[in-house]
């Protein structure tokens, strides 16, 4: 099993410098399907700066004009919110949504999406998700830098990853 089934879509980023970033802890993670929708300023030299030695994850980023585009392939979206809100879909922590997600990355394509730094996904982009996750962050300052969301998703879908790689093993 590997995760090349596993996509991390950006909606609408407006800094270069984010991209590379989550590029960066991408790589760290062992992801490298980088999808962008309507990016602001991609490619640039503060992508390449940022992903610090991931450009591979850059070179590779396919742009869609639509987030429907961008997760045609998948059979599970799993959307990352800050906001709890009430949509139709079911709301995990992280730790426990990505290990549905390795179980569905076997076989098949799961989209990761995340939104505009300032806002994040509207209700209308979180609609196209099955899953959403929330990281449970301090109340007083909810507020996650792009790059870190994505790393902190892409770290628990690396451990989940492992534990079942390691469980296969016995």
Not at 7 to 12: A, G, H, T, Y
Not at 44 to 62: N, P
Not at 102 to 109: A, G, N, P, S, Y
Request: glycine fraction near 6%; hydrophobic fraction near 45%.
């Amino acid at each position: 099993m590997s995760l090349k089934n596993v996509s991390v879509v950006l909606v609408r980023t407006s800094h270069g410098g984010n991209i590379g970033a989550v590029a960066r802890a991408m790589a760290n993670m062992g992801l490298s399907d980088l999808r962008l929708v309507n990016p602001v300023r991609f490619p640039g030299h503060e992508a390449i700066a940022r992903a610090a030695g991931a450009t591979h994850v850059l070179e590779s980023a396919q742009i869609f004009k639509t987030l429907d585009e961008a997760i045609a392939d998948s059979v599970l979206v799993v959307g990352a919110t800050a906001r709890l809100r009430s949509i139709r879909w079911r709301c995990a922590e992280p730790h426990s949504a990505m290990a549905e997600v390795v179980d569905v990355c076997r076989q098949k394509k799961v989209s990761l999406i995340f939104g505009r730094e300032a806002s994040g996904l509207t209700n209308e982009e979180l609609d196209r998700a099955q899953l959403h996750v929330r990281i449970p962050v301090a109340e007083e300052y909810a507020s996650l830098n792009l790059a870190a969301a994505v790393l902190i998703l892409s770290y628990e879908l690396r451990r989940a990853y492992i534990a079942d790689s390691s469980e296969g093993d016995r």
